[in-house]
């Protein structure tokens, strides 16, 4: 599903030139759950980006679902992350003015889904995540746990075949935060696809795979999991 070969992102300003990310190979098949971990600044983010085609990579290929995407314009990029890429971030990214409701619909109403189809999916994907009873209240008025519960509705709304998390329980309380895990390896044993970026241990213990970063190459994989071998 994920094939990188030779990645490398090389950021540039007047005065310095910056390697993020050199040569990385990195495959990722459907249905799998796989953690990327490492030191701040090694890459880690800037990895994600790519995958998640917020970014371009300098150097090397980017295979998405079969097709080249490490060249794609902005505005191709956004057309090819509509309804296959879902995001979960630490700090939630959730729209302060918009409802609980709003903030999960709106990937439908990107994709042009009719109202009344629309709020079925809101309704059921709010029920599952167990915060149905919070539609009409703001992200504010939300505790973080239940924040990160509306973001992952956001995130699967439109039932996508990757889901990127970074540090999905950084912002979190350990029982918030195993509740957050459980609910990733739900939606994976249901067949989505999850690369994660984290610094516990403990939630890495989740993916079947490993992957450390170091210096903006891959220095170790650990596969848990040797039916996806």
Not at 42 to 60: F, M, Q, Y
Not at 96 to 111: A, G, I, K, R
Not at 207 to 217: E, M, S, T, V, Y
């Amino acid at each position: 599903m994920i094939k990188t070969d030779n990645l490398s992102k090389i950021f540039r300003t007047e005065e310095i030139q910056t390697k993020a990310l050199a040569n990385v190979n990195l495959h990722v098949k459907k249905g799998e759950f796989v953690a990327i971990m490492g030191p701040s600044g090694c890459g880690k983010s800037t990895l994600l980006n790519i995958v998640g085609l917020l970014d371009n990579p300098t150097e090397g290929t980017f295979h998405f679902d079969g097709m080249e995407v490490g060249r794609l314009k902005e505005s191709k990029r956004t057309q090819q992350r509509k309804g296959n890429i879902g995001f979960v971030f630490q700090s939630f990214n959730l729209i302060d003015n918009l409802t609980v409701f709003e903030n999960v619909e709106l990937p439908l109403v990107y994709l042009k889904i009719k109202t009344a189809k629309r709020k079925q999916l809101v309704k059921e994907v709010l029920e599952r995540m167990k915060i149905g009873h919070r539609t009409k209240h703001f992200p504010q008025q939300l505790s973080g746990g239940q924040q990160q519960r509306v973001a992952i509705a956001r995130a699967v709304i439109a039932n996508p075949k990757l889901i990127l998390a970074d540090e999905p329980t950084g912002n979190l309380d350990s029982k918030n935060g195993k509740e957050v895990m459980n609910l990733l390896t739900e939606l994976n044993r249901e067949g989505t696809t999850i690369i994660m970026v984290t610094h516990s241990d403990r939630d890495a213990n989740y993916a079947h795979r490993i992957i450390n970063l170091f210096d903006g190459k891959i220095v170790t994989e650990k596969i848990k999991d040797a039916e996806l071998v």
